[in-house]
């Protein structure tokens, strides 16, 4: 008969964030082939098979999870074993105020390095040089200075 049934998660911790995807083992420790699963979601059947998948969790799947493993013995198959593996608790947490200051601060941060490269480009494109560059020499001809004072010599 089957025994010892047991849930793995595939991540470490029993809190997901929403949208990640998860992954539940059943598997037991006894038990003679075939061993057919069962997952429950909150007491409800949710799905079969020792996996269960979640590609992207939203709040609503949060709960106890457990899985139901069963076999059968004997000639005639009348035989049934079952038994219930404990509750694993998954807490799903939304995308919290906290992540959203800090996706704002990054796009803020990215606007403003962008805006940077385009002051830069256009002051290089305008003046010519980088913003860097000692200015430019006066080219022959160019008025250098525009207030004449007049002086009396002795």
């Given at each position: 008969p089957v025994a010892n049934a047991t849930i793995t998660l595939g991540t470490l911790s029993?809190?997901?964030r929403a949208g990640d995807p998860?992954?539940?083992?059943?598997?037991?420790?006894?038990?003679?082939?075939?061993?057919?699963?069962?997952?429950?979601?909150?007491?409800?059947?949710?799905?079969?098979g020792p996996?269960?998948?979640?590609?992207?969790?939203?709040?609503?799947?949060?709960?106890?999870?457990?899985?139901?493993?069963?076999?059968?013995?004997g000639q005639d198959g009348h035989h049934v074993f079952r038994v219930t593996s404990p509750e694993l608790v998954l807490e799903v947490t939304p995308w919290g105020h906290?992540?959203?200051v800090a996706a704002g601060v990054g796009w803020a941060l990215l606007f403003l390095l962008l805006l940077m490269g385009i002051i830069v480009a256009w002051h290089q494109w305008h003046w010519g040089g980088s913003p860097l560059d000692?200015?430019?020499p006066p080219e022959e001809g160019e008025v250098l200075y525009t207030h004449v004072v007049s002086t009396k010599h002795a």
């Open positions: 029993h809190q997901v998860v992954t539940l083992r059943c598997s037991v420790q006894v038990g003679s082939a075939p061993v057919t699963f069962t997952w429950l979601h909150n007491g409800q059947e949710v799905a079969q996996l269960l998948e979640l590609r992207a969790v939203d709040v609503g799947r949060s709960g106890t999870y457990q899985c139901v493993a069963t076999n059968q013995l906290g992540d959203k000692p200015p430019a």
